[in-house]
Nanobody, 127 residues
C-alpha cells in the first residue's frame, strides 16, 4: 500500500519560514520523481516544485522561485519543501506527489501527472 504522509504545516506570519516533509512508503522511493502541489481555497490544485530521482534536477513554479526549495533524502524515503519569505498568497493545502518516472526537464516537471498523492498539510500565512 502506497503512503505519502506530509507533515510540518501550520500557521506562520508573512515573511516567516516553514519546512514541510513527506515520508513515503510502499514505493521504491529512489525510482520516483517527487513533487509538491498546493490548492488554495476556491482554486484548482497547482504545481509548486519537483525533484528528479537522484536530486540533481529541480523545477519550480514561477510564483515560488527563489523562496521555496525542494530536496530529498533517498536513504530516508523523504522529500522536503523549505519555504522562506512566505506570503499570504502561499496559504493552501500542500500535497506531496510521486511519479514513477525519471523527469529532468523543469518544463516537464511543471506538467507532470502524479501516480500517487498524499493527504495534504495545511499552510496558513497571516499578514
Amino acid at each position: 500500500q502506497v503512503q505519502l504522509v506530509e507533515s510540518g504545516g501550520g500557521l506562520v506570519q508573512a515573511g516567516g519560514s516553514l519546512r514541510l516533509s513527506c515520508a513515503a512508503s510502499g514505493i521504491t522511493f529512489s525510482q520516483n520523481t517527487m513533487a509538491w502541489f498546493r490548492q488554495a481555497p476556491g482554486k484548482e490544485r497547482e504545481f509548486v516544485a519537483a525533484i528528479s530521482r537522484g536530486g540533481a534536477y529541480t523545477g519550480y513554479a514561477d510564483s515560488v522561485k527563489g523562496r521555496l526549495a525542494i530536496s530529498r533524502d533517498n536513504a530516508k524515503n523523504t522529500v522536503y519543501l523549505q519555504m522562506n519569505s512566505l506570503k499570504p498568497e502561499d496559504t493552501a493545502v500542500y500535497y506531496c506527489a510521486a511519479r514513477a518516472l525519471q523527469i529532468t526537464s523543469a518544463q516537464t516537471m511543471r506538467a507532470m501527472n502524479p501516480d500517487y498523492w498524499g493527504q495534504g498539510t495545511q499552510v496558513t500565512v497571516s499578514s
